[in-house]
């Protein structure tokens, strides 16, 4: 069982950072590849990023690759999410999620934070 909880969300305006971390329980959060994603009001939860178990690979959505960065800390039971450059558009609340196996999407991450909202105001 992991349990995962999001911080670091706010209002920000367009232009600004954020940095939204995802913090895990269990022991064998390593064993983990960990993804972002994010659900607009009237929208559908959609990919962000992701990062590999070992840190050694990350994917990215097209709409983010270049403005944010996906990292983690195994030692501190940690995933990250640094958001630069933010757009209105980036307004959602972002979730955190887990899996062991090698798909990362919506449809199969094994467990899912409560999420954190995100406001870009233009």
């Known amino acids: 069982q992991v349990q995962l909880v999001e911080s670091g969300g706010g209002l920000v305006q367009a232009g600004d950072s954020l940095r939204l971390s995802c913090a895990a329980s269990g022991r064998t959060f390593s064993s983990y590849s960990m993804g972002w994603f994010r659900q607009a009001p009237g929208k559908a939860r959609e990919f962000v990023a992701a990062?590999?178990?070992?840190?050694?690979?990350?994917y990215y959505a097209d709409s983010v690759k270049g403005r944010f960065t996906i990292s983690r800390d195994n030692a501190k039971n940690t995933v990250y999410l640094q958001m630069n450059s933010l757009k209105p558009e980036d307004t959602a609340v972002y979730y955190c999620?887990?899996?062991?196996?090698?798909?990362?999407?919506?449809?199969?991450?094994?467990?899912w934070g409560k999420g954190t909202l995100v406001t870009v105001s233009s």
């Open positions: 990062i590999r178990w070992s840190g050694g690979s990350t």
């Open positions: 999620a887990a899996t062991q196996g090698a798909t990362i999407s919506t449809k199969v991450m094994d467990y």
